[in-house]
């Protein structure tokens, strides 16, 4: 990190490439021309590297994750921050943000050809853009911004140094996150094939795993109806089925230079020779990013960890990256003979590797299923879910196929409410559904104390919400057990390294909140405003320079959570 700050320092007393006024409002005229239309066919140079060094990756684009695919390509930067992150065309910066997690900073730069580039966990932007940021913070006193910006105020030509590369936000080492957006629709698009001339990849994706999914009631595998993943390495000998049944398939794709995995770009399934169904990551759009917990064995991914790509479409998943006939990718093994399936992965870069497997037919009992309990939630409609004291409204479209959902109600005399059970086994939510919760009582009269908490054995999070007519509303995006709860305490507050704060000035406070989560913070010191990120639970000064050497100072920290609680410290130095 030091290195980096010294990065900077460099970067801002050098200066950057100053741009003419003549220069500026051509390029302002080429791009405002240029934007008006639709993205044309591009060159193979059109983006440049965004960086004087070879390219590695640690993640491609369409990679799985928990509850999103990864959006872009994140690029490592030799394991340290501090590294000039150059703008990859020409364009103007559109949108600067800065935010406790996600891209931490980010920075978005408009092109002509319909596209905007991204650059995500930068240390610091451009001198006259980081100036712009920290005008908007230190004017509205907080540390989180997201400023837009019209093509006259900071315009940019390819090669330019937009940023400093950085750790910043969620983020688990140094790199760079890039990404390519549809500047229009927002969508993602995979970046790889305009950067591919930077990257080598010789290496085939390679399988762990295969799933075979019997439809309940409709079939079976190896004389069970369950769900059954089997090493790849033991498909030598064949499976039994009989019935409708689908499959899935984990596997990682590898490049050069690198030990890191990556996501499969395309996966396609052959049974007898007929595609039966594919899937190719080339774009993304931000709505179908949650649609990946209906693409993946979302059970599995639950209870292990471990991602395995269903070759099957549910009923309410809408990923238009996935392409089957109507049967949406179900196999019927209605004949005993031997049905040869045929997986093709294949990544970027034309390397491709193939599973092979048999499944024989062979007749045998399909048992009737043990029917779960509890109300229907359909996919296509909207779901009102109500209980003494409960109402949840799963809207249309918010789960991707008919299921079960049982509410239960567990009493406790000294809760403030019930405790509400909404289960529906592993049954993920696609977006934020409206919840509220009945009051039993109010051990003090102050509402804004009162917030909905979401329980897991001991593992407790804060829902937030609102108190209305006795009753608390908050929207929720998983089923779990829910109840009302009451906070009263201020956050913590402590002070970290505080005998260097005189000589260092790297000042810092952890902070935490064990009920309704931090709200918001200041610091002020000497009773002026200094800026201050939260990173990681800790608060670190922004602006050093704002602390003299040699002269004694006064620190005031506020810190207020969800409920209105407010923490106050003075401290010293």
Known sequence: MYAGRNAISWYICVGFIHISMIRKIGLILTLVSALSGQAQNMPEDYFASPFDFPLLLSANFGE?????????????????????VHCVADGYVSRVAVLHGGYGQVIYVA????????????????????????????????????????????????????????NEGASAGPHLHLELRRTETNEYIDPIPYFKRYLKDTKAPVPSLVGFYPLPGKGVVDGSARRKLVPVSRLGRPMT?????????????????????????????????????????????????????AFTDFEELSRTRRLVM????????????????????????????????????????????????????????????????????????????QRPGLELVVPKYHVYDDVKLHAGIREDSAGISFDYVLDAGYTPLH?????????????????????????????????????????????????????????????????????????????????????????????YIDGKFVLFGLKKGVLVIQDKEKVRRGVPHEAEVVVTDQCGNVARERYSF
Not at 313 to 339: S, W
Not at 366 to 383: A, C, F, H, K, S
Not at 442 to 452: E, L
Request: aromatic letters at 12%; a positive charge.
């Open 431 to 523: 977006g934020y559904c409206p919840l509220s919760i009945g009051m039993r009582c109010m051990p003090v009269p102050d509402t804004t104390k009162y917030y909905v908490v979401q329980k897991w054995g001991r593992w407790r999070a804060p829902m937030g919400g609102k108190y209305e007519n006795g009753w608390m509303r908050t929207k929720v995006r998983s089923l779990g057990t829910f109840a009302v709860a009451l906070d009263t305490v201020a956050p913590r507050i402590v002070p970290l390294g505080r005998s260097g704060w005189k000589s260092s000035r790297s000042i810092r406070f952890r902070v935490s909140d064990a009920e309704s989560g931090i709200a918001s913070y200041k610091v």
């Open 64 to 84: 799985l994750r928990p509850n999103h695919f990864h959006n872009g390509i994140d690029i490592k930067t030799q394991g340290v921050v501090g590294k000039p």
């Open 241 to 293: 089925a009989w019935g409708k049944l689908y499959t899935g398939i984990s596997a990682k794709d590898y490049m050069d230079g690198t030990s890191n995995f990556y996501g499969v770009h395309s996966v396609t399934l052959y049974v007898d020779s007929v595609k039966v169904f594919n899937s190719t990551t080339d774009t993304v759009a931000p709505d179908e990013n949650r649609m990946i917990n």
């Open 310 to 385: 269903r070759s099957y479409r549910l009923p309410g998943n809408r990923l238009r990256m996935l392409h089957t006939q109507d049967d949406r990718g179900v196999i019927d093994i209605d004949e005993e003979r031997d049905y040869h399936f045929r997986y093709v992965l294949e990544d970027n870069f034309g390397n491709h590797r193939v599973c092979s497997f048999v499944v024989r037919g062979r007749k045998q009992e399909i048992p009737v299923p043990d029917e779960r309990r509890g109300q229907t939630l359909y996919w296509n409609r909207t779901n009102v879910v």
């Open 111 to 166: 092109h002509p050809n319909g596209l905007t580039s991204v650059y995500g966990h930068v240390l610091s932007f451009a001198p006259a853009v980081q100036k712009a940021v920290r005008d908007y913070q230190y004017a509205h006193e907080t540390f989180v911004c997201d400023l837009r910006f019209g093509p006259d105020k900071f315009p940019v030509r390819k090669g330019d140094i937009v940023a400093v590369s950085g």
